[in-house]
């Protein structure tokens, strides 16, 4: 069975960190392309940022150099840094399979929440 289970999320003061972890279970872990993407009330859910089985990350723009993605084991992590009202949102894992994009799983979200 395959999860994806997100950690690490919170209510956090404009300017402050947080990091999301992901862990991921009953995949093979290098087979797949991981991401993180949001959902925020009223809004559809967009992309984060991806980081593929080879360490290759993207990024949206309003994140960049912001936050950063990694991956270890069967982790993912978002390091999130000098955080903004606008970052609240759910936040969700995602798994791809390598050379089969109709492949894909998510987790079921960790709640963030940017306000003074």
Same mark, same amino acid.
């Given at each position: 069975?395959?999860?994806?289970?997100?950690?690490?999320?919170?209510?956090v003061?404009?300017?402050?960190?947080?990091?999301?972890?992901?862990?991921?279970?009953g995949?093979?872990?290098v087979?797949? %392309?991981?991401?993180w993407?949001?959902?925020?009330?009223?809004?559809?859910?967009?992309?984060?940022a991806?980081?593929?089985?080879?360490g %290759?990350?993207?990024?949206?723009?309003?994140?960049?150099?912001?936050?950063?993605?990694?991956?270890?084991?069967?982790?993912?992590?978002?390091?999130?840094?000098?955080?903004?009202?606008?970052?609240t949102?759910?936040?969700?894992?995602?798994?791809?399979?390598?050379?089969?994009?109709?492949?894909?799983?998510?987790?079921?979200?960790?709640?963030?929440?940017?306000?003074?």
């Open positions: 069975q395959v999860q994806l289970v997100e950690s690490g999320g919170g209510l003061q404009p300017g402050g960190s947080l990091r999301l972890s992901c862990a991921a279970s995949i093979s872990f087979l797949y %392309n991981m991401g993407y949001r959902q925020a009330p009223g809004k559809q859910r967009e992309l984060v991806t980081i593929t089985s080879g %290759n990350t993207n990024y949206a723009d309003s994140v960049k150099g912001r936050f950063t993605i990694s991956r270890d084991n069967s982790y993912v992590l978002l390091q999130m840094n000098s955080l903004k009202s606008e970052d949102a759910v936040y969700y894992c995602n798994a791809v399979r390598v050379g089969m994009p109709w492949l894909r799983y998510w987790g079921q979200g960790t709640q963030v929440t940017v306000s003074s």
